[in-house]
């Protein structure tokens, strides 16, 4: 008898299974950008918060900024502290000399220093030489309640410091010359200086035409006047 066909016989390969697929979890939403600081005032308000947690801007900010004046060593003089001559000059002495006293006619020796906000625009300690563009501390010459710029044009000299004019200091304020009668030497003394008594409608330097400044003054010889 012959043998059955062979598509009767069991089949020899596996059954395939098929699995439901599930699907697949939707991913996570990114992340939020950092936050960004839109503008500079931004960033000067995150600094302040930073400082502020940290206890360091109580500390500077309880405080007032100090003047220009202050933090360059210079005295702040309150207005009601300084004294009037009857030219209506106001002034207040800082240091109270010992040695002898400028009167009228004295020839004195000074170095001045004239400020405008805050800034030293003419100064005496700034000599300058004409001969090796050097500068020096020459002290200024002149004659108490003489006529301003009178001393100014003498001949020159010829020093160990060189050729220089024999008032190599920059032009000093009409001021000066009024305001340094009655100061002993070693005395300190600030002035208010008027525009009519200072550098009026011309200026000087970066002191502008019509402006007051101030005007320091320190008295270093005084040679009496002779009697003629």
């Known amino acids: 008898m012959p ?4 598509s ?3 089949s020899a390969l596996p059954s395939r299974t098929f699995h439901r697929r599930h699907p697949l979890p939707s991913p996570a939403p990114p992340p939020p950008p950092p936050s960004t600081v839109p503008c500079c005032v931004s960033r000067r308000r995150a600094a302040a918060q930073l400082l502020l947690s940290a206890g360091l801007l109580t500390a500077v900010s309880s405080s ?3 003047a220009l004046a202050a933090r360059r060593g210079r005295r702040t003089i309150a207005p009601e502290d300084y004294a009037s001559t009857p030219d209506g000059l106001k002034y207040y002495d800082l240091i109270e000399g010992k040695g002898p006293t400028a009167e009228k006619g004295s020839t004195v020796q000074v170095h001045f220093d004239c400020i405008y906000r805050s800034i030293t625009v003419v100064s005496s300690r700034e000599a300058k ?4 563009n050097r500068s ?3 002290p200024y010459v002149f004659t108490v309640g003489s006529l301003p ?3 100014r044009k003498r001949d020159f000299a010829d020093t160990a410091n ?3 004019s024999a008032q190599a200091s920059p032009k000093p304020p009409r001021a000066m010359y009024m305001i340094t009668e009655g100061m002993k030497v070693g005395g300190k003394r600030r002035v208010i200086v008027p525009p009519d008594l200072g550098y009026g409608k011309k200026g000087q330097g970066e002191i502008p035409a019509d402006a007051s400044f101030e005007l320091d003054i320190e008295l270093l010889e005084v040679i009496p006047p002779t009697d003629s």
Do not use: R, T
């Not at 043998?3 to 062979?6: R, V």
């Not at 030489?129 to 090796?132: E, T």
């Open 129 to 132: 030489l004409l001969a090796g």
């Open 149 to 151: 710029g009178k001393e």
């Open 136 to 138: 020096i501390a020459q």
């Open 3 to 6: 043998p059955p066909p062979p």
């Open 64 to 66: 007032s900024p100090p």
């Open 8 to 10: 009767m016989a069991p």
């Open 162 to 164: 060189g050729l220089f």
